[in-house]
């Protein structure tokens, strides 16, 4: 079965600081994994993605994340945090392309 | 290009009666997704269309809830006899086809959503 953790519900960090939202996945086969970014009243958009390529993966507004899978983790980063980026942030897994998997949001809180 | 809509945006209700929420997807992709997403939970999968295949319902919660795709493009989501803990924001999103090639996933584009109170 197909499941998906994100430790933190809520992250505070302060403008210009490292961000960091942590996902755990499990699944049963090779998973690929997801990260979207949900804005107030906005539609879900995605950041980033992982389909076996390479586990270093490079989104959009400057996030990235890591494929691990000794520790079947996909760990959300930005070297700086910016204002915009408050928001709702899903981590996503899916092993047979039809059916996805989504964990319960943390919530990024940016302070000025 | 247009994006994936859905319609209403949002909808009150009174308990038992029936709903019909609308997506329209982008043009040419063929699957299409259905979600709920209730106040401080995840995306809850509730059902997927691939093309002409028999779709996947396995997420729906209840025989209340079904959905049906017309001619490919359009899907409807119908909610009968709705209780209040159909409440929630009502996802829909789309994707080119499902190659079996992990590599070559598609990306789903979800649409506003439909914001569903029931009374």
């Known amino acids: 079965a197909q499941s998906v953790t994100q430790l933190d519900s809520h992250v505070s960090v302060s403008e210009g600081t490292p961000v960091l939202l942590r996902c755990n996945y499990s699944?049963?086969?090779?998973?690929?994994l997801f990260w979207y970014v949900q804005h107030p009243n906005k539609g879900l958009q995605l950041l980033l993605k992982y389909t076996s390529a390479a586990t270093l993966v490079k989104g959009i507004n400057g996030f990235e994340a890591e494929f691990k899978k000794s520790e079947t983790s996909f760990h959300l980063t930005k070297p700086s945090a910016h204002m915009s980026d408050a928001a709702e942030y899903f981590c996503?897994?899916?092993?047979?392309?039809?059916?996805?998997?989504f964990g319960t949001g943390t919530s990024l809180t940016v302070i000025p | 290009g247009a994006g994936v809509s859905q319609s209403p945006s949002n909808k009150v209700t009174e308990k038992g009666k029936d709903v019909e929420l609308r997506c329209d997807p982008i043009s040419g992709h063929t699957a299409l997704y259905w979600y709920r997403q209730s106040l401080g939970q995840g995306l809850e999968f509730l059902i997927y269309f691939q093309g002409n295949s028999a779709p996947d319902k396995s997420g729906l919660p209840s025989d209340r809830f079904s959905a049906e795709r017309t001619g490919g493009s359009v899907s409807t989501l119908t909610i009968q006899r709705t209780q209040q803990e159909d409440s929630a924001v009502y996802l829909c999103?789309?994707?080119?086809?499902?190659?079996?090639?992990?590599?070559?996933?598609?990306?789903?584009?979800f649409g506003p959503g439909t914001r569903l109170l029931v009374l």
């Open positions: 999103a789309s994707s080119l086809d499902y190659s079996g090639s992990l590599e070559d996933q598609e990306t789903q584009y």
């Open positions: 699944s049963s086969y090779s998973p690929s």
């Open positions: 996503v897994v899916s092993d047979t392309g039809n059916q996805f998997y």
